[in-house]
């Protein structure tokens, strides 16, 4: 139902020349009627206002329903009596607000005596009351007897509005939430008087949200809340609902979806650029030194792992707005590289002196919840990890005494010998497809080389660089295109499922030794480390022109991450 206003009281006047909110548009009444002994006349004036059109123009707030059709009023114990406002009548002429009507009845005098007064959308008096009001009055026997009574509301429904109603997530926000009545023939209650249910019992609606985890009802302005997202991930859309007893609840969506925040690594903190990117990045520095990898959960938690000269190296965990001081802080000595799993486990690979992968579960504040070393797969000089859904652990590096290059699997619990994974030649960067589980892995002078699980035989697939030399950074779109990194040709090429048709396309402008990619999955959006320049060039699909915007990170080692 379109919004419309109606009026939450109506200045009834007995015997006075005009109510309808003290507008002095009613009709004056004639002169009093001869009353019977015991009785006295009351007359009323009441403007019922026009039935706004949906795209009518605000209006100040009038004092009666636009749908009131019949009024009914009773003194003590007295008979109720009804009177039809036929709109448009000699009793209900047009005027420039609505229809002003004009009624007289005879009502019992003696002493101080309730006056109930009801409006109704109906002629004849019945179905839901609009509005209603008692107070005491004191008819004068064979008078006419002037008495003002503003009508109350009566809440047939709530309605919440929502400002904004769409939130994105990993960036906390204030939100408004304003909450109206509705009347029984569907309009807005305004107006200076009380709303109350059909019982007559005043409304103070309270609020609730769905997601009570990430979003915080704050204090109560007038017919306002105020309130706070923390920037957490929960399920969208989420409800905010008023409530009253007597009163049909009212609920409003709010829906959270991607924030597309870029986080790139510089020389000793990481920069958080939010779209369109033009803006100068947030810098997260509190307890950032030298950082290596930057990973961002499915709940928005930022990871950054450090990896400082003095191997006094952490992996420090953040939640938005990721300014402050980190949540946790995992110890692990010579950070080289991290990885996520979808269960938001974390596992740290680690050179010299630990030498080792660590697994960390949330919070992050305890133990670590395994720990194996790689020197069994024939590594000592390790350079990149990675994780699939079961949380097996891919790790590559070489052998400083032989000169070899490995890939090698760890299933959990992790005490048994590792798998090497056959047909790699200098293993260097790994990605899990989402979905497939496919094992994805660039090999520095040679074609990039594919697995499907359990990763114990021969790679299925092997994608040709072509022309491009040094392969690095992979990521893959909401297509599962597959963009790789090559910093010896300064090139990003995109290859199409199965991956062995040779390039869909090549990018080459702004590009100098890139060296990791990453792309915006809602958008498509892609982005481009370059370890030579210092600078993040992002491009638009299908990636033909220059790029739409260049990002300076001073120092960065190319890691690169986009929020949920």
Known sequence: MNRRLAGLCAAFTLASSACGGGSGSGAAPPPAKTASKGTGQIAFSVLVPLKPAPSAARRKPAYISPATQSVSFQVGTSAVQVIALTLGS???????????????????????????????????????????????????????????????????????????????????????????????????????????????????PTLAVSDAVHFTVGAQTGNSWAVSYNGGVGASPVTFSVSNAGVTTGSAPVTVGPALLLFATEANAVAMFAPPYTSAPTVISNSVSNPVQVLVSS???LFIANANANFGTTVTAYAPPYTGAPIATMSASGVVDAALTPAGNIFILTAYPGDNVIEYAPPYTGLPVATFSFFEADISVPTHLAVDPSNDVFVAGSNAFTGGNTLAMFNPPYSGAPTPISGTNNPQRMLVQSGTNDLFVTNLTSPQTVYAPPYTAAPFASIAQGANIDSAGMAFDAANDLFVAFSGSSTVVEYAPPYTAGPLRTISSGLIDPVNVAVDPSTGNLFVANLETSQVTAYAPPYTGAPFVTLAVPGTNGALAISP
């Open 90 to 204: 000699a009793t209900c002429p047009l005027g420039p607000n609505g229809y002003t009507c004009t009624a007289y009845a005879n009502v019992p005098a003696g002493n101080e005596e309730p006056l109930t007064i009801d409006t109704y959308a109906t002629t004849d008096g019945t179905g839901a009351v609009l509005s209603e009001n008692t107070i005491m009055v004191t008819v004068i026997a064979g008078e006419v007897n002037p008495v003002t009574v503003s009508l109350n509301g009566v809440a047939a429904s709530l309605a919440v509005f929502v400002t904004p109603t769409a939130l994105p997530r990993c960036v906390p926000t204030n939100l408004t939430a304003t909450w109206s009545a509705l009347d029984a023939a569907g309009y807005t209650i305004v107006g200076p008087g009380t709303i109350v249910n059909a019982s007559g019992t005043p409304v103070a």
């Open 299 to 301: 709940t928005c938690t």
